[in-house]
């Protein structure tokens, strides 16, 4: 689906993309609460101030709402961030330079229509004209099934897992934008 196609159907469907880094308190505690909310397949936070710590250190983080209510968010960052992920750790040792999308929480009610695939195509255009390499890490133990097909029909390659801990793996995926 075409940027174009996306742009019409986020205008149909009543969504708008906002800064995550300029949302509101109320915003940033329906984040958390979602966030929480898709624990196992999204790292848990102590709190919402742990959230905004994040998104204050992030290199480009957004929101979405449909009719004025939280539908998404993502949060990622660049290379020498502070941030202590051992999976943004991952690609900070191997790349110079890169983009690190560490988070997207999509509600439930709105997986498979098009909301993640406009956030991350939305951080592409943004990457498009650095060329990045665009990493994130996917769950393969618990399994996302879904996050694993939504990378795979992005364009995005497996290049190793890791085993972080008992019951908790990953997959670390990478694309490369090519003008």
């Excluded at 709190?47 to 539908?71: H, P, Q």
């Excluded at 690190?100 to 592409?124: Q, S």
Aim: with cysteine; glycine share 4%; hydrophobic share 35%.
């Amino acid at each position: 689906m075409g940027l174009e196609v996306q742009l019409l159907l986020i205008i149909m469907n009543n969504l708008t993309l906002h800064d995550l880094k300029t949302a509101n308190k109320n915003t940033l505690e329906e984040v958390y609460v979602l966030n929480q909310d898709l624990i196992p397949m999204l790292g848990s936070l102590d709190s919402s101030s742990e959230l905004k710590t994040l998104i204050d250190e992030s290199s480009n983080s957004f929101y979405i709402e449909k009719k004025g209510k939280l539908a998404a968010f993502i949060v990622c960052f660049r290379e020498n961030s502070e941030y202590r992920s051992l999976n943004y750790r991952h690609f900070d040792h191997k790349y110079e330079k890169f983009l690190y999308i560490d988070r997207v929480g999509v509600r439930k009610k709105h997986i498979n229509k098009g909301i993640g695939t406009y956030l991350y195509k939305h951080i592409f255009n943004i990457n498009d004209q650095n060329q990045l390499p665009i990493c994130a890490e996917v769950n393969i133990e618990p399994k996302n099934e879904i996050s694993l097909n939504f990378h795979k029909k992005l364009g995005f390659e497996e290049t190793s897992e890791k085993q972080i801990k008992s019951g908790y793996k990953v997959k670390y995926v990478e694309k490369i934008l090519k003008r």
